[in-house]
């Protein structure tokens, strides 16, 4: 997929987003410290950050969570979030390192049928110079979905299967989207909300 991006200013991809996408906060700071310490490599900093954002916060959904957790620095706090949380780490993490990360969204079955209806995922797609733009997936993996670090073929959650009206949209934004973060601010538990997200951008 050719990616599309919102602005072609790198630096608009490098900018706090308060209070959802900070990286002078406590955690994140602490958790960029560790990942700065570890490698100088920018591609070796942007896979440790996506690891510890797919693995290190749990996905709500799978461990049956109530808690909803939309800042990054929350989702840290508290090791867990939903997609879009888990996409706000991500984002903070890479953007404190001063590497480019925007944010991106699919359309996907609730439940893997069309009964089930629809709903928007989040994930990211981030810039290393010796690349470019590439997406990337820290959801989570489980049985069924292994996403990986991958910037020479995309290795995502989720594929997307368009003849049951799921959709990939190729749109790289600056900030998250606001239906999104609507949806999670006035969700009253994460069993709502999974119900009550966004169906498309």
């Known amino acids: 997929m050719k990616l599309q991006l919102e602005s072609d200013r790198l630096d608009d ?34 896979k440790l950050a996506f690891e510890f954002a797919r693995d290190e916060i749990s996905h709500s959904f799978d461990t049956n969570s109530d808690v909803v957790t939309v800042d990054a620095e ?30 991106c969204y699919q359309r996907v079955l609730r439940k893997g049928t069309v009964e089930s209806g629809y709903a928007l995922h989040g994930l990211n797609a981030l810039y290393l110079e010796d690349v470019g733009w590439f997406r990337v997936d820290p959801r ?24 049951l009206g799921e959709y990939d949209y190729p749109h790289v934004l ?25 169906e498309s951008m």
């Not at 993996?141 to 368009?162: C, H, M, T, W």
């Open 13 to 46: 991809y490098l900018g706090e987003i308060p209070p959802i996408v900070e990286f002078s906060t406590p955690k994140v700071k602490e958790t960029i410290a560790a990942i700065e310490a570890q490698t100088d490599s920018p591609r070796e900093r942007a």
């Open 74 to 103: 929350d989702a840290i706090k508290r090791k867990e979030g939903i997609c879009f949380a888990k996409s706000h780490v991500l984002a903070a993490l890479l953007r404190g390192m001063h590497i480019p990360a925007g944010f």
């Open 140 to 163: 989570g993996n489980k049985p069924g979905v292994d996403s990986q670090f991958s910037p020479d073929e995309e290795k995502l959650a989720y594929p997307i299967r368009e003849e």
């Open 174 to 198: 600056t900030e998250p989207l606001l239906s999104v973060i609507r949806a999670m601010r006035d969700t009253k538990d994460c069993h709502t909300l999974f119900y009550d997200r966004p």
